[in-house]
C-alpha cells in the first residue's frame, strides 16, 4: 500500500535551482524544486540532527522506499496542473486570451487542429508551457524570476573569489511586482514503507525551514514546510480512461481500439536492456504494457503520436563536491498515445494503474518517472 503525502513549501528568500551545470556565467533558474533537490534538503536536515548516516537515514534517502516528487509553483488551495507539450494557446497573447486555450492530443485523427485560431484575435495558436492552477476558467501560475549578480565563491576556501562575478536567475513570487500572490511550491512525497511515516512527518513538521538549490552562502533557498495532507482522490484511472475514449471516438478514432494517453509529469530515465537509454524509440513494452499494445499512428503514416523531448540533467554529488554523470531522459511534459484491441482492455489497465502508483524507470526516489494515464486536460480541453 502507498502512502502519499501532498506537501506545501512556501519561499522565504529567492531560490536558485539551476537548469545547467553552474559554472557558465550566466545561470538560469528551473520554475519548480526538482525531487531531488527536496530529497537532498531534507537528507542535509536529518544529517545536521543526528551526525553519521545510520539505517533510517539510508532508508529514507537512499532506497527505494520514499519517492520525493518535484514540487510545482501552486497557489493555495489548488492543485496545479502541468501543461503538456499538446496544449496550446494563442500565438501572440498567449494564456492572457483563455479562451484560445486547447489540447491537440486528440487531432490525430483529422487535420483541422492546424487551422485554428484565437477566438478573441484571430491569430493562429502555438505550443504554450507551463502551468495551470485551474482550468475553468483557465489560471496560469507564472514563477517570476529575477536576475542577479553575484561574487563567486572559492569552493575550497568558502571565500569570494577575485574579480569572478556571475548573473543568476532566482525565483522570488508570483504575479508582478505590484500584486504579489504567496508562492507555494506543491509536491508529493510516496511512501512505501510505513514504518518510516512517523520519520518522514517528524521531518516535514509545519515550519520547519529547509534550505534548497545554490547559492546558500549568499542567504539563498530558504523555504518553509507550510503544511503537509494526504493526497486528495482523484477521480478512477477506469473513469478518466473511459472519458479519454469518449472524447477520443468524437475524434474519430476507431470504436473497435482502446486508447489511452501517458503524459510525464517529471523527466523519465528509462534503459533498455543493454542499458542504453530509452528516448525516442520508446515502445509501449519499454514501460512492460503486453504485447499488442502500440502506439497509435497519424492516418495513413507510419509516424507515431508522441511528442518527445529529451533533455540532459546534470548531477551534483553534495558529499564530495564533484559532478556526477548527467542522466539523459524524456523531459517532463512529454505526451504518449497508445492502443490495444478491447480484449486485452483489463490486463492493460492493470498496469497503467500499476505505473501511475509506482512511476517507472530509474531515480524514482528523486521524483523522476512520474506518469499521468489520461491526464484529463486531454479530453477536457479538446474541442
Ligand atoms: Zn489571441
Request: aromatic residues 6%; glycine residues 8%; neutral net charge.
Amino acid at each position: 500500500m502507498v502512502l502519499e503525502i501532498a506537501l506545501n513549501l512556501q519561499l522565504h528568500a529567492p531560490v536558485a535551482l539551476h537548469r545547467t551545470r553552474a559554472g557558465v556565467q550566466f545561470v538560469e533558474t528551473l520554475d519548480y524544486i526538482p525531487g531531488t533537490a527536496l530529497r537532498g534538503a531534507l537528507a542535509e536536515a536529518y544529517l545536521t540532527e543526528h551526525g553519521a548516516p545510520d539505517n533510517t537515514f539510508r532508508a529514507l534517502f537512499l532506497s527505494e522506499q520514499v519517492q520525493y516528487g518535484d514540487l510545482w509553483p501552486s497557489l493555495e488551495g489548488q492543485q496545479a496542473i502541468l501543461l503538456p507539450a499538446t496544449a496550446q494557446a494563442c500565438k501572440r497573447h498567449g494564456l492572457k486570451h483563455d479562451q484560445s486555450f486547447r489540447d491537440s492530443l486528440l487531432d490525430v485523427w483529422n487535420t483541422l487542429g492546424n487551422d485554428r485560431k484565437c477566438p478573441v484575435c484571430g491569430e493562429s495558436l502555438d505550443r504554450v508551457s507551463g502551468y495551470l492552477g485551474r482550468l475553468d476558467p483557465v489560471k496560469p501560475i507564472s514563477p517570476r524570476s529575477r536576475l542577479r549578480v553575484s561574487t563567486a565563491i572559492e569552493r575550497g576556501t568558502g571565500t569570494v573569489a577575485r574579480e569572478m562575478l556571475f548573473t543568476q536567475h532566482t525565483l522570488v513570487g508570483l504575479g508582478t511586482p505590484d500584486n504579489k500572490q504567496l508562492l507555494l511550491f506543491q509536491g508529493i512525497v510516496r511512501l512505501f514503507d510505513p514504518t518510516l511515516q512517523s520519520e518522514l512527518m517528524r521531518l516535514l513538521q509545519p515550519n520547519t525551514t529547509l534550505f534548497l538549490g545554490a547559492g546558500r552562502s549568499r542567504g539563498l533557498g530558504q523555504v518553509e514546510v507550510k503544511a503537509w495532507s494526504k493526497v486528495p482522490a482523484t477521480e478512477l484511472l477506469a473513469e478518466r480512461c473511459q472519458q479519454f475514449n469518449a472524447t477520443a471516438q468524437r475524434a474519430g478514432g476507431d470504436a473497435s481500439k482502446r486508447y489511452f494517453s501517458l503524459t510525464l509529469l517529471s523527466h523519465l530515465a528509462l534503459r533498455d536492456d543493454l542499458l542504453r537509454p530509452v528516448l525516442g524509440e520508446i515502445t509501449p513494452q519499454h514501460l512492460g504494457l503486453p504485447d499488442g499494445v502500440t502506439w497509435v499512428r497519424y492516418p495513413g503514416s507510419d509516424q507515431p503520436v508522441l511528442f518527445l523531448s529529451a533533455i540532459s540533467v546534470p548531477g551534483w554529488n553534495a558529499a564530495i563536491g564533484l559532478p556526477k554523470p548527467d542522466t539523459v531522459a524524456l523531459m517532463r511534459g512529454s505526451v504518449l498515445l497508445g492502443q490495444c484491441d478491447a480484449t486485452q482492455e483489463q490486463a492493460v489497465l492493470a498496469r497503467l494503474t500499476q505505473i501511475e502508483a509506482e512511476g517507472v524507470g530509474e531515480r524514482r526516489n528523486e521524483g523522476f518517472g512520474r506518469v499521468a494515464v489520461c491526464y484529463p486536460i486531454h479530453y477536457t480541453c479538446w474541442r
